[in-house]
């Protein structure tokens, strides 16, 4: 494949522009959350996957079904709640009385960007069953492995600050998701254009009368992680983006600090931040501006340290303070 088209036609300018005017439809419906949506189309373009926290009504699902209606992508949602089974995730072997034989019934899980909302509702049994989906882009049932469509992508909601009735994602999973995309209540001028737009008529429900339209496709996406994939990085960044990871475990305020896994989250995500703006290689700048959502989720804070009222972005913001920043 040349570095100036990629398969379909679609070359990385083109690529770039369309992601660009995604992020433009988005806002058509989502007033405000930028980060969030730059976030969601970073984890697109990595085909990796994101949860976004927030409390209700800040939009979380409005977001990915907007992001989804942009990029001519198929999305479904599943409502994660305690009586959730695996197979209603996955799918399962339903007995055919026609043929005597049992077909395989495929479950919402394929698709190209799925909505797992309020993910920590669900039991661990449940909530594991998206694990071999979000790794190995497939899913077994009855011991047949069954690949899901290209791109598929995990937007999972959850909600801070209710905790009965819940089940906390174990690091095994967290560590499975590319960001942790917070999004804040909004300040008072955003609150006010979602009052006005819904004074004049808008019903998040249906995203076309809103003028939504579809801006890019999956031959965007699949340009773009080409295009990104070609973005370099200097052996200072990737000393930068080690030394970041590292220092996050020897915090004193940390039980559990940022994996390998996590190094290379973070770089993956920098070089798609740089090829987005319009660079070829990944500066400390990129690293520094992702590190917050990409590491948040990483990491295991001591209980004394949650007592003092520590949070995992105050630490790796510290972090970032302190390591030492190449030129």
């Keep these: 494949m040349s570095s100036e088209q990629a398969p379909g036609g679609v070359g990385p300018q083109e690529a770039r522009a369309a992601l660009t005017a995604l992020r433009g439809e988005v806002a058509k419906a989502v007033v405000g959350h930028d980060a969030a949506v730059t976030g969601l189309v970073i984890a697109l373009l990595c085909r990796r996957h994101v949860l976004l926290e927030g409390v209700p009504g800040v939009a979380k699902t409005l977001l990915v079904r907007a992001v989804a209606a942009a990029s001519s992508l198929e999305d479904r949602r599943v409502q994660f709640t305690p009586d959730l089974m695996p197979g209603d995730v996955t799918g399962s072997l339903v007995y055919d009385a026609r043929t005597a034989a049992f077909d395989f019934r495929p479950g919402p899980v394929f698709t190209n960007l799925l909505l797992a909302d309020e993910i920590n509702r669900t039991p661990p049994k449940t909530q594991a069953s998206l694990l071999e989906a979000m790794e190995e882009f497939q899913v077994s049932v009855d011991g047949t492995p069954r690949p899901l469509p290209d791109p598929f992508v995990?937007?999972?909601?959850?909600?801070?600050?209710?905790?009965?009735?819940?089940?906390?994602?174990?690091?095994?999973?967290?560590?499975?998701?590319?960001?942790?995309?917070?999004?804040?209540?909004?300040?008072?001028?955003?609150?006010?254009?979602?009052?006005?737009?819904?004074?004049?008529?808008?019903?998040?429900?249906?995203?076309?009368?809103?003028?939504?339209?579809?801006?890019?496709?999956?031959?965007?996406?699949?340009?773009?992680?080409?295009?990104?994939?070609?973005?370099?990085?200097?052996?200072?960044?990737?000393?930068?983006?080690?030394?970041?990871?590292?220092?996050?475990?020897?915090?004193?305020?940390?039980?559990?600090?940022?994996?390998?896994?996590?190094?290379?989250?973070?770089?993956?995500?920098?070089?798609?931040?740089?090829?987005?703006?319009?660079?070829?290689?990944?500066?400390?700048?990129?690293?520094?501006?992702?590190?917050?959502?990409?590491?948040?989720h990483r990491l295991a804070l001591r209980p004394e340290a949650e007592l003092e009222g520590v949070t995992a972005d105050g630490v790796v913001s510290g972090v970032l303070d302190t390591v030492p920043v190449p030129r």
């Excluded at 999973?173 to 209540?185: A, G, I, M, S, Y």
């Design 154 to 296: 995990v937007a999972a909601t959850q909600n801070p600050v209710e905790y009965e009735g819940t089940y906390p994602l174990p690091e095994a999973q967290l560590d499975r998701f590319l960001l942790k995309l917070v999004l804040p209540l909004p300040p008072r001028d955003d609150e006010i254009a979602v009052l006005v737009r819904h004074a004049s008529g808008f019903d998040p429900r249906d995203l076309a009368a809103a003028g939504v339209r579809p801006v890019a496709g999956a031959e965007h996406l699949a340009a773009g992680r080409a295009a990104v994939a070609a973005v370099s990085a200097r052996p200072e960044v990737l000393a930068y983006v080690v030394d970041v990871c590292r220092a996050t475990r020897s915090s004193p305020s940390v039980s559990l600090g940022a994996s390998p896994r996590g190094a290379t989250a973070l770089l993956l995500a920098a070089r798609a931040w740089a090829w987005l703006s319009g660079r070829d290689y990944v500066t400390p700048d990129d690293v520094k501006a992702l590190a917050l959502p990409v590491l948040r």
